[in-house]
T-cell receptor
Framework: RKEVEQDPGPFNVPEGATVAFNCTYSNSASQSFFWYRQDCRKEPKLLMSVYSSGNEDGRFTAQLNRASQYISLLIRDSKLSDSATYLCGGGGNKLTFGTGTQLKVEL | EPEVTQTPSHQVTQMGQEVILRCVPISNHLYFYWYRQILGQKVEFLVSFYNNEISEKSEIFDDQFSVERPDGSNFTLKIRSTKLEDSAMYFC??????????FGPGTRLLVL
């Protein structure tokens, strides 16, 4: 089983839609989890940290379920500018990333 | 807003040559990392560095690779004898402990 697994997509959604991504991880010792956004040929940019209690930042909500070993990201009212690849990453001293989920928001 | 910087942005080299990729981490961060991303593939961890020594490294980080913090601001990745398969985007990152890592813009390395 891969350490971190994501549905690669692409998810094609209309502007204004709500879209959810999930990510599963196999290493139960992983301490910290994050969602990053990566635009084509650019660096991963931190979107938000993920906590068991849930974390909301504007239109973005992240959740960690340690019992089931998955992480979720919810994007509400999606914008054209949200089009990117979303990476989930987990670990302690190092981050292990999934392959990323590609989101395309269309008019 | 403080950010990680990397130089050069692009590097083309011949197979077998040595390359040094440079990074300036965020100034108050104490943990430094190198990752690579081969075109079309996922971001892969190479090495982490804390307190002037390697704290963890991956299988990719073999004897051809080394890291150094030559002064109080720079953090370098050296590849001694480049191979074709070293062609990738190399990202430096830094963090305050186990908090989120912040990535630099990357160096695109092409080995011919």
């Amino acid at each position: 089983r891969k350490e971190v697994e994501q549905d690669p997509g692409p998810f094609n959604v209309p502007e204004g839609a709500t879209v959810a991504f999930n990510c599963t991880y196999s290493n139960s010792a992983s301490q910290s989890f994050f969602w990053y956004r990566q635009d084509c040929r650019k660096e991963p940019k931190l979107l938000m940290s993920v906590y068991s209690s849930g974390n909301e930042d504007g239109r973005f909500t992240a959740q960690l379920n340690r019992a089931s070993q998955y992480i979720s990201l919810l994007i509400r009212d999606s914008k054209l500018s949200d089009s990117a690849t979303y990476l989930c990453g987990g670990g302690g001293n190092k981050l292990t990333f999934g392959t990323g989920t590609q989101l395309k928001v269309e008019l | 807003e403080p950010e990680v910087t990397q130089t050069p942005s692009h590097q083309v080299t011949q197979m077998g040559q040595e390359v040094i990729l440079r990074c300036v981490p965020i100034s108050n961060h104490l943990y430094f990392y190198w990752y690579r991303q081969i075109l079309g593939q996922k971001v892969e961890f190479l090495v982490s560095f804390y307190n002037n020594e390697i704290s963890e490294k991956s299988e990719i980080f073999d004897d051809q690779f080394s890291v150094e913090r030559p002064d109080g601001s720079n953090f370098t990745l050296k590849i001694r004898s480049t191979k074709l398969e070293d062609s990738a985007m190399y990202f430096c990152a830094s963090s305050e402990g186990s908090r989120a890592q912040y990535f630099g813009p990357g160096t695109r390395l092409l080995v011919l």
